[in-house]
C-alpha cells in the first residue's frame, strides 16, 4: 500500500483529508503534527488521539520551535521586520517551516504521497506546494479540499457519513498560535473598517500596574530578561511573553497583500515579538552606523516580503541572511522597557557599543572633536555639487 504524509492540525478540514485518503484512495496515512511553539501537551495529546480516530496509520509529533527560531525568527529581529510596519509574519514564517518539517518526514518514511488541507482561496497553499516542489519533487502533492472546491457543509456531511463525531460548530474566530505570535480571523476582518472586539483576543487585560523590563541582547539575540538568563532565545521569548501578553500589548490588525494578489485584513497579538523588534531596534539604533541602519532596511523589507510568500528557499534569502547577521557584531547590550496596559515603552539602553558618547560631544550643544573651522571647510565641500549646479543652471524657483 502506498504512503502519504497529511499534514495533520486536527481540525476540520484535515480531518476530511485522512479519511478520503484512507477510504477514497485507498492510502496508508501518515499524519504528521508540525508544531512551532502554539501547542500545549493537552492540545498535541488530542490532536493525537483525533488522528488515530480517523483511521491513519501513525501520527507523528514534530517539535520544530527552536529549528523555527534558528533558521528564521532569529533573522526577523536582526532585520526588526514588521510586514507594512505592521505585522510581524506570526503565521507566514511559521508555515513555510512547516511545510520544510512535512517535506523531510515525508523523505524519511519514502512517502509516495504528501497532502495538505488547503483551500484555493489562501496563501497557505502556495507556500506548501512551493516547498513540496523544491524539496521533494518526486512526490506528488494531493489537496482534496482545493482539488474537489469543497464547501465546509460538504466536508461535515462526508464525515458524519463515516461515522465522526466531533464538534461541527464554527468558532466564531479562528486563532492560529505559535511562539512568534497569534493570529485571529473573523467577521470583523474581512470587511475594512470594523475593528476585533475585546473578547476576540486570545490574551485578555489581566496586569494594570506598570512594570520596567530589562532586555538583554548579545550579537542581537534576545539572550536575558531582567537579569535571567536562558539556554536558547526561545525560552527568553517564551518568559517575556508571560510576563508582557496579561497586559494586552502587541495587539493590531494588519492589512496586506496576498500572495494570490488579493487584499486581506488579519488581526493579532503578539507581546513579545513586538517588544522584542522595538527594543532590538533602539539597540541598533545606538550602536550601527547611519549606513548599516540604512541598507538593513532596505534588505529586511526585501527578505521579510519574499519570506511572507513562503520564499524562504531561494538562495537570495541566505545572503541576506549573512549580511544581516554581520550587522548584528555589535549588537549587546540592555534595553529598558515599560510595559503598561495595552502599550509598551522602549525607554533607553545601555551598552559598551553605544556610539552615543558624550566624549565626542553632545547633540545641539557642544562638541568636542572639531573646530569651527573644521565644520565651516566641511559644510563648503559637502554642499560644493548642489552649488554648483543652481550656479550654473541660474535657478529661480527655490529662492524668496
Known sequence: MKKVVLAFSGGLDTSYCAIYLAQELGLEV???????????????KEIERRAYAMGVKQHTHLNETEHFYNSCIRYLVFGNILKNNTYPLSVSAERVTQAIAIANHAKSIGADYVAHGSTGAGNDQVRFDMVFQALIPEVEIITPIRDKKLSREEEITYLKEQGVEMDFQKAQYSINKGIWGTSVGGKETLTSHLPLPEEAYPTQLSKTEPERVTLYFEQGELKGVNGQTFEHPVQAIQHLQELAAPFAIGRDIHVGDTIIGIKGRVGFEAAAPMVIIKAHHLLEKHVLTKWQLYWKDQLSAWYGNWLHEGQLLDPTMRDIEAFLESTQQNVTGKVFVQLAPYHFQVQGIESAHDLMSDKFGSYGEMNRAWTSDDVKGFAKIFGNQTKLYH?????????D
Open 30 to 44: 501518515y499524519s504528521a503534527i508540525v508544531d512551532t511553539g502554539g501547542f500545549s501537551e493537552e492540545e498535541l
Open 391 to 399: 550656479t550654473i543652471n541660474n535657478t529661480s524657483e527655490w529662492a
